[in-house]
């Protein structure tokens, strides 16, 4: 089946700076990759998604990149700000099952 | 628009007991998914359901199960509950689910049900 790793398991970045996560993936039939954000007792939510044939995405402040070739894909934040804190998944669906990485805790710093 | 709910939100149960958790979709939406969210595992995958069908199971034990009736509410069932059950399972919905349109429709989450067993 397939395995998603997600690094770095926690980050710790100034406000202001760029936040990057990173993830691979293992099956090559993967064709969608969302990223969600989940703060502190609260649900995921999706944040961003890219489709396998697309190889970069923006969104304001959130961009993701994906590497077919490679199998793996970026989360990156710009520009960070306090409520930007939360734990962020990202995760790679084949059809009907959605795979999610263990998660990077985000703190961002005032 | 009514969000996905989830019923109930805590639940305390005993070392081999069962339990049963439900899942309200957004109205419309027809893939019901359900994950195990723990603390050192992350968001695990347990199975997912559409028109009433399972189409995907992830590696649990038989003793997960589920089902989908046909307003698409969805139950989780645990039967003989050990201590590692104890979790956040978290239901999520999507609009279409089929062959061609799963892997791009949005997955919605519910607030979870949080289960302790003791």
């Known amino acids: 089946g397939e395995n998603v790793e997600q690094h770095p398991s926690t980050l710790s970045v100034q406000e202001g700076d760029s936040a990057v996560i990173k993830c691979t993936y293992s099956d090559s039939a993967s064709n969608y990759f969302p990223w969600y954000k989940q703060e502190l007792g609260k649900r995921p939510q999706l944040i961003i998604d890219i489709r396998s044939n697309v190889g970069e995405k923006k969104d304001q402040r959130i961009a993701v990149t994906l590497n077919k070739t490679a199998k793996h894909f970026s989360l990156h934040i710009t520009e960070t700000q306090p409520e930007d804190s939360a734990v962020y998944f990202c995760?790679?669906?084949?059809?009907?099952?959605?795979?999610f990485g263990a998660g990077t805790t985000v703190t961002v710093r005032a | 628009k009514a969000g996905v709910t989830q019923t109930p939100r805590y639940l305390i149960k005993t070392r081999g007991q069962q339990v049963t958790l439900s899942c309200s979709p957004i109205s419309g939406h027809r893939s019901v998914s359900w994950y195990q969210q723990t603390p050192g595992q992350g968001l695990q995958f347990l199975f997912e359901?559409?028109?009433?069908?399972?189409?995907n199971k992830g590696n649990f034990p038989g003793r997960f199960s589920g089902r989908q009736f046909s307003n698409s509410r969805s139950e989780m069932n645990v039967s003989t509950l050990e201590l590692g059950d104890s979790a956040l399972y978290l239901c999520?919905?999507?609009?279409?689910?089929?062959?061609?349109?799963?892997?791009?429709?949005?997955?919605?989450f519910g607030p979870g049900t949080r289960l302790t067993v003791l």
């Open positions: 999520a919905s999507s609009l279409l689910g089929g062959t061609s349109g799963y892997s791009y429709n949005e997955q919605f």
């Open positions: 995760a790679a669906s084949n059809d009907y099952k959605l795979s």
């Open positions: 359901y559409f028109s009433e069908t399972q189409r």
